[in-house]
């Protein structure tokens, strides 16, 4: 196997939309994610629902448009895992909890585990790639110019502080400014039910 991308690179390369670097981050982190959910999923009867391939990928579709917009700061690989593994919690948890408000009864639902359904591959599909591309399409559409903005200077890898200096605003106050635009657009798209990362 070649040699891995260096963290800060792959992340780079993610911002700015590289389809390698996101087929990359995806076979380093699905698995673990896919671990910290089916540890948490302790009723079986979810399983017929859903599995853990679904909540990985409804975590990675967040993670991807969100750091696409460049709303993460991240120093290291620890600290990536850390917030797929948050996102997923926080993802799981409202995935069960819309089951049980719906009143659905999982006894009823037709027999076959998680287990037996086909699991998709780790690396992307064509057609999973154009709905990824889509997806971004999408977002961008829904920002306002002074958002798109923002997002452009953070894919060409530009610091918070830098930003700031040349707008004339605090780089805090950007920051959340785009988090906010973010969190706007993701749960127009039902991406996110709540803005949890």
Request: aromatic share 4%; with cysteine; glycine share 6%.
């Amino acid at each position: 196997m070649a040699d891995e991308t260096p963290f800060a690179d792959l992340i780079a390369r993610v911002r700015s939309g590289d389809e390698q670097a996101a087929s990359e981050l995806v076979r380093r982190y699905e698995p673990a994610i896919r671990r910290a959910v089916r540890v948490r999923l302790a009723d079986t009867r979810l399983e017929r629902a859903f599995d853990s391939m679904d909540i990985c990928q409804s975590v990675m579709a967040s993670f991807f448009v969100r750091a696409a917009l460049g709303q993460y700061d991240l120093d290291g690989p620890d600290q990536l895992l850390r917030l797929l593994a948050t996102m997923a919690r926080h993802k799981l948890a409202d995935q069960v909890s819309r089951e049980r408000a719906e009143c659905r009864d999982n006894r009823r639902v037709e027999e076959g585990s998680a287990h037996s359904r086909d699991v998709m591959a780790g690396s992307p599909t064509p057609s999973r790639e154009v709905a990824a591309r889509d997806l971004l399409l999408e977002v961008q559409g829904r920002l306002s110019p002074e958002e798109r903005r923002l997002v452009e200077m953070r894919q060409q890898g530009r610091e918070w502080s830098d930003i700031a200096a040349e707008l004339g605003e605090s780089a805090e106050a950007l920051r959340k400014r785009l988090a906010r635009a973010t969190g706007r657009v993701a749960h127009e798209l039902g991406l996110d039910d709540f803005d949890h990362a």
